[in-house]
């Protein structure tokens, strides 16, 4: 009792005045000091931008990559129209030549124009989240599994020990060689830079996720257990009843951790193997080195943070939906 | 009356690094049905670990407990546990945690809506109906421990083991607790075990008080059979000579265990294998200490 008074009176006393009385208190802080935050970032960023030259003009400041922005989307939008066309096309010159010959099989060809921006973000998103699902499924059994019996665990500790400090860009070589060799079907259902992404971001998520479900799953209350003991729950209702609920703060704590490196990790997976996505799109504008090549990539910088903070958020609201302990959700 | 539960000279040994500690020494008690039994004792004597081996938790290194004829051998809800710090599943309702127990026990032999009443009328005596549908987290910690109590209760158990139910609950919501334990008991005439560090507490509540000898090698050191008129109500029981000498038998036995201690303590003995929490031991030390 009274280490914590003390504690309680050290840290109150190095506080930062708090603006925490009323309504007009929390206004200002939820809305008005941010935005004073950013507009002396977007101020600090413009007066710098313009005292950098660069071999490929002026360091863009918040104007022209705003006008990028725009220039962005207005592409996507053009080659929507163009794809749309092509396929009308396509039809036309089909209906015509069944007229003509009702014998004749109409074939489709796809549209192969360039990945727009958007078109990157959204296989960014897609790649991020299957990587991400297919290590929750093989994660979160194998952590229930190992946290639970001792002896799994002291087989599988060092193999995941070894792994997790490994970056998973080393893996990708691997991986993209092993993908080529096994994945040989003529007909196949999604690319193969697709699935070299999403098991680099597999490979990135499994080991944090098998790591704090494990954990969670061995430091469950002895009391809860035992209780399960006595009211004699078979091992799969003891799983569902017991472990599960009480190590999902845990889990999801693994999961959104993974989460975010997975989303920084996939970029760089995508810059070095020039897979489709944000990072293929960053690589090429690099390559291009036109005038306005920086201030595309820094709308990319600014598209892959905002999108991150959203995936951030996105798995801390799924946490405090289905976790009983929000005192981990932070 | 006949022998329910017959715990019959147990010696516990916990392995430890350097070699066997041993908890317990031929322990031997039989335990009739409907009774109420307490064990009292000072902390680390090895209480808990005699409720974990009749629990089932706990196998005895020798000797045995045969309740109702039969060898005990794993935990189940025959002899269900009422937790020192009540073990409600934090993420499920006072009903839910109740319905885990009776969907587990009763699953089989009662339908839907019998299963229902059957929490329904577990919760309600303990008084907990008006806060059926709160979790753990909202409700106060003698609201806790009624639930737990409730969920034991409605596992219909033939002994009832309690282990420190109220040690952790402040004075007022302990009386109260004990009040409506001994109002139940009358009602259902459970056989109980119940640990306790409280004397007072160990006298109000039990047809027979168990001493337990300090450890390591714990054993039973003295019975006292309370043989006190049902029902007890404590502010009588204050001007009752009767109750006031089985007060002091009780202190006197802790009074002199705790300053001549049977055996010397080793230094291998300082590791508690038992599971008893020490907070809440320390603070029971002191009062038990006061009132001598």
Redesign the interface.
């Known amino acids: 009792m009274n280490t914590t008074s003390v504690n309680a009176g050290k840290l109150y006393g190095f506080r930062l005045p708090q603006l925490d009385s009323g309504l007009v208190g929390s206004a200002i802080r939820l809305v008005a000091l941010p935005l004073v935050g950013i507009l002396a970032f977007l101020l600090l960023w413009s007066v710098t931008a313009q005292n950098i030259d660069t071999s490929l003009g002026k360091f863009p400041g918040p104007a022209a990559v705003l006008e990028q922005f725009d220039a962005l989307y207005s592409e996507h939008q053009r080659s929507r129209e163009k794809e749309q066309a092509f396929y009308e096309r396509q039809e036309e010159r089909n209906a015509k030549r069944v007229a003509e010959d009702p014998s004749y099989e109409p074939r489709i060809r796809a549209y192969t124009g360039k990945e727009t921006f958007i078109d990157q973000i959204v296989t960014s998103l897609v790649t991020v989240m299957s990587g991400f699902l297919l290590a929750v499924v093989i994660a979160v059994p194998l952590g229930i599994a190992t946290g639970l019996s001792k002896t799994l665990n002291s087989a599988v500790n060092p193999i995941v020990q070894i792994f997790k400090p490994v970056s998973p860009l080393a893996w990708l070589p691997l991986v993209t060689m092993v993908v080529s060799a096994l994945y040989t079907t003529p007909d196949p259902i999604v690319a193969k830079s697709f699935l070299n992404s999403m098991i680099t971001v597999t490979l990135c998520c499994l080991w944090p996720m098998v790591i704090n479900t494990a954990v969670g799953v061995a430091g469950i ?4 257990v ?2 399960s ?5 078979p091992a799969l209702r003891h799983v569902q ?2 472990v599960l ?2 190590s ?1 703060p845990m889990i999801f704590t693994g999961m959104r951790l993974s989460l975010g490196v997975a989303w920084m990790v996939l970029i760089a997976a995508e810059m070095l193997a020039q897979n489709p996505g944000l990072g293929k799109f960053v690589w090429d504008e690099f390559q291009n080195g036109s005038s306005d090549s920086l201030a595309r990539i820094m709308a990319a910088v600014l598209v892959i943070g905002f999108i991150g903070f959203l995936l951030d958020r996105g798995m801390l609201a799924m946490q405090k939906l289905v976790s ?2 929000n005192s981990a959700a932070q | 009356m006949s022998v329910l539960l017959d715990i019959s000279h147990i010696d516990m040994e916990f392995p430890t690094p350097k070699g066997p500690f041993t908890a317990l020494r031929d322990v031997d008690l039989k335990i009739q049905q409907g009774e109420f039994v307490s064990l009292i004792g000072h902390s680390g004597c090895g209480k808990s670990t005699v409720l974990n081996v009749v629990a089932g938790l706990y196998q005895a290194t020798r000797g045995g407990v045969i309740l109702n004829g039969k060898e005990v051998t794993e935990p189940g809800p025959e002899r269900a546990v009422v937790f020192q710090n009540h073990s409600l599943l934090p993420w499920l309702t006072a009903y839910e945690n109740v319905e885990l127990a009776v969907k587990q026990v009763f699953g089989k032999s009662k339908s839907k809506a019998e299963m229902r009443q059957w929490i329904e009328h577990n919760l309600e005596l303990v008084h907990m109906s008006h806060a059926m549908n709160k979790r753990p987290g909202e409700i106060s910690g003698g609201m806790k421990q009624r639930v737990g109590i409730a969920r034991a209760l409605a596992m219909q158990p033939k002994v009832l083991l309690m282990d420190e139910p109220f040690g952790a609950l402040d004075a007022l919501t302990r009386a109260h607790m004990q009040d409506s334990l001994m109002e139940i008991q009358a009602e259902l005439n459970n056989t109980v075990i119940m640990i306790t560090h409280d004397v007072d507490e160990a006298v109000l509540l039990s047809d027979r008080i168990v001493m337990m000898t300090n450890g390591p090698a714990a054993t039973i050191g003295e019975i006292l059979s309370v043989e006190l008129e049902r029902p007890r109500h404590r502010l009588e029981l204050a001007d009752n000579p009767l109750y006031n000498q089985y007060r002091a038998k009780v202190l006197k036995f802790l009074h002199e265990r705790h300053s001549k201690p049977d055996v010397p303590v080793k230094k291998s003995a300082q590791s508690k294998p038992d599971m008893e929490k020490a907070g809440a031991d320390h603070a029971q030390k002191e009062m038990v200490e006061d009132a001598a």
């Open positions: 209350d002895s009391d809860l035992n209780v003991k006595v009211l004699r729950l009843k017991i609920p009480a999902v009983w302990d």
